[in-house]
C-alpha cells in the first residue's frame, strides 16, 4: 500500500481556497474512485489521468486506487485537478521521484497524450500560492496570466512526461520570469474629438477626480455617448493591487489577462436588453456580472431609460457598498463592484432638446420618468443636461482646440493622489465620520446648503453626496477647504433629478 499527497487549489468567487489530493494505492480488484464532491468534469478526470499516464510512457497501476479532494465539504469542478492527480498517482506507485512534490501547488488539465492545457480561473490560485510561499507548476498556455505575479516561483510545462522527467532527473523545469507591467497607454479615442459641451466636459473632469457617479441627459446627437466613451482616457492607471483584482475577476470569467491591458481601468458598456443576472451575476455557480468586470473601472449604461427597471434596480446595492453578494440554494459567492457608474439618456420619449420645451404630454413624461426610481437616482452624484450643438459650434469646430485626454489626465491624477494622501479613500466613498472632518463648511455656506435641501428636497443621502462633490471641486482647485463657489457648482450638478415634468 502507498499514499501520496500534493495541494493544489480551488476556484470559490474570487478565492482560491486550498485543495490536499491524496492518492491511494491498495491491493484489490482494479478500481479507481474519487470523493471530496467532485463535479462531472473532476469525475471524468479518471478517463483522462489514465490515458495521459499511459500515453506518457508510465504504467496505469491496476490495482485499487482511491482518489480524495479535500476539503470533503468543497464542492470541485473543472479540469484544474488532473495534473496533480496524475502526479500523485505516479508518486504513489513509486514511478516517479516525488521527495519535492510537496513543495509545488501545481494546476493543469491533461489531454489524453498527457499534454498539458490551460486552466481558467488561474490568477487567483496563483496569488494564494504566492501568500503561502509555495512554488507552483502551471501549464505553459497560462504563462502571459502567470507573468503579472512577482515573487513566485512559477514553473511551465508542456506534457505530464516533462515534468516526470524533472522529477526523475533533478533538472528544473523552465522556470517563468515575470514581466515588467509598466507602460504607456494607448487609446483609440481622445477627449479632444468632443467639441463643444464645455459644461459635460468639466463635469466629466469632476467625476474622473473622485469617482462620482455621473447621468447625461439630452436629445440625440449632443455627445453623450462620446463623452461617456472616453472617460476611461482620463482615468489614472490602476495601482498593482487595483490590477490584480481587476485581474482576477476577468481571469474567473474567461476573458484574456496580460501585462497590455492588466493596468488600464475596465469599460463595460452592456446592451440595454442585459437582465439584471447578467448585470450582478450569478448562476448556480456564480459567476460575476457586468458591475464586477467594471471594477476599478467605469460602467457605462446608454440609452438608460430602455433598460428593464428591474435589471437597473439591482445596482442600488452596489453602487452604495461596492461589493455584490450572490446567494444560491447550495453556493454563495461575493465579488468586489467598485465601479464608476455613467448613464445616458434622452430628456424624452421623443428625444426633444428639453423636457422644458417638450412637445409630450404629462403622461408620456411621467411615464418615461418612472422607468428610473427616486431611489436610484438619489445615488447619482452629477446630473446634468447637454444642450443641442449650435450651428457655429459645428462650424468653427477645427477652429477651437479641445484639451486632449492626456491633459486631463494629468491633472486628475494629481487630484486624486491629494485625496487618497488626505483620507486614503477617493472622496465618492468618503465615510460619514469622515464627511464631518474633511468637508466643514462656513456659516455662509451652511445657509446655502439648507436652502438648496429645502427648495429641492434632497434627502440625507444627497445631502452627503453633494459635500463629497463640493470637496472634488475644492480639491481641483487647491484649496483646503470648500468655498462658497464650490458648494453652488455641486449643487448646479444635482437639480436634474428634482426637475417637475
Not at 507552483?136 to 510545462?157: C, D, K, R
Not at 464608476?340 to 404630454?361: F, H, K
Amino acid at each position: 500500500m502507498s499514499l501520496t499527497q500534493l495541494s493544489t487549489r480551488a476556484q470559490e468567487g474570487i478565492n482560491a481556497p486550498e485543495v490536499n489530493v491524496e492518492v491511494h494505492i491498495s491491493n484489490g480488484l482494479p478500481a479507481f474512485t474519487m470523493v471530496g464532491l467532485p463535479e462531472a468534469a473532476v469525475r471524468e478526470a479518471r478517463d483522462r489521468v489514465r490515458s495521459a499516464i499511459i500515453n506518457s510512457g508510465f504504467e496505469f497501476p491496476a490495482r485499487r486506487i482511491t482518489v480524495n479532494l479535500a476539503p470533503a465539504d468543497l464542492p470541485k469542478e473543472g479540469g484544474r485537478y488532473d495534473l496533480a492527480i496524475a502526479l500523485g498517482i505516479l508518486a504513489a506507485s513509486s514511478q516517479i521521484n516525488a521527495s519535492t512534490l510537496d513543495q509545488f501547488d501545481c494546476y493543469g488539465e491533461l489531454a489524453l497524450s498527457g499534454e498539458c492545457r490551460p486552466i481558467a480561473g488561474l490568477l487567483p490560485a496563483l496569488i494564494s500560492s504566492k501568500q503561502q510561499h509555495k512554488k507552483v507548476i502551471i501549464p505553459h498556455q497560462n504563462e502571459p496570466e502567470a507573468s503579472l505575479i512577482e515573487g513566485l516561483t512559477i514553473f511551465t510545462s508542456q506534457s505530464l512526461a516533462q515534468i516526470c522527467a524533472s522529477l526523475n532527473s533533478g533538472h528544473p523545469l523552465p522556470q517563468l520570469e515575470a514581466l515588467d507591467a509598466r507602460y504607456t497607454p494607448h487609446f483609440e479615442c481622445d477627449l479632444d474629438e468632443v467639441y463643444g459641451q464645455y459644461q459635460a466636459r468639466r463635469a466629466l473632469e469632476i467625476a474622473a477626480s473622485g469617482a462620482h457617479h455621473m447621468i447625461m441627459m439630452g436629445p440625440p446627437g449632443t455627445g453623450k455617448s462620446m463623452l461617456a466613451q472616453r472617460l476611461n482616457t482620463i482615468l489614472p492607471l490602476m495601482s498593482e493591487a487595483e490590477a490584480m483584482s481587476s485581474a482576477s475577476i476577468r481571469s474567473i470569467s474567461h476573458k484574456p489577462v496580460n501585462a497590455d491591458n492588466w493596468l488600464q481601468r475596465p469599460f463595460q458598456s452592456p446592451h440595454h436588453t442585459v437582465s439584471g443576472v447578467a448585470l450582478v451575476g450569478g448562476g448556480s455557480n456564480p459567476k460575476p456580472g457586468e458591475i464586477s468586470l467594471a471594477h476599478n473601472g467605469v460602467l457605462f449604461l446608454d440609452e438608460l431609460t430602455e433598460f428593464d427597471r428591474k435589471s437597473i434596480e439591482v445596482l442600488r446595492e452596489p453602487l452604495e457598498t461596492g461589493k455584490i453578494h450572490i446567494s444560491r440554494a447550495a453556493r454563495q459567492a461575493e465579488f468586489p463592484a467598485q465601479f464608476q457608474l455613467v448613464a445616458a439618456m434622452n430628456p424624452c420619449p421623443r428625444g426633444c432638446d428639453s423636457i422644458v420645451s417638450c412637445d409630450c404630454s404629462a403622461e408620456q413624461l411621467s411615464r418615461y420618468r418612472n422607468k428610473l426610481s427616486a431611489p436610484l437616482m438619489d445615488r447619482i452624484d452629477i446630473q446634468i443636461e447637454l444642450p443641442r450643438l449650435q450651428s457655429h459650434e459645428l462650424l468653427n469646430r477645427k477652429q477651437v482646440k479641445q484639451e486632449a485626454s492626456d491633459v486631463i489626465r494629468t491633472r486628475v491624477t494629481r487630484t486624486r493622489a491629494k485625496q487618497l494622501q488626505r483620507q486614503s479613500c477617493l472622496n465618492s466613498r468618503l465615510t460619514n465620520h469622515q464627511i464631518d472632518h474633511f468637508c466643514q463648511l462656513d456659516e455662509t455656506s451652511e445657509k446655502i446648503l439648507m436652502t438648496a435641501i429645502d427648495k429641492l428636497k434632497l434627502t440625507a443621502r444627497s445631502y452627503h453626496k453633494l459635500l463629497k462633490l463640493a470637496r472634488t471641486i475644492a480639491d481641483m482647485a487647491d484649496e483646503k477647504n470648500i468655498q462658497k463657489m464650490h458648494l453652488l457648482e455641486a449643487i448646479s450638478y444635482r437639480q436634474q433629478d428634482k426637475r417637475p415634468l
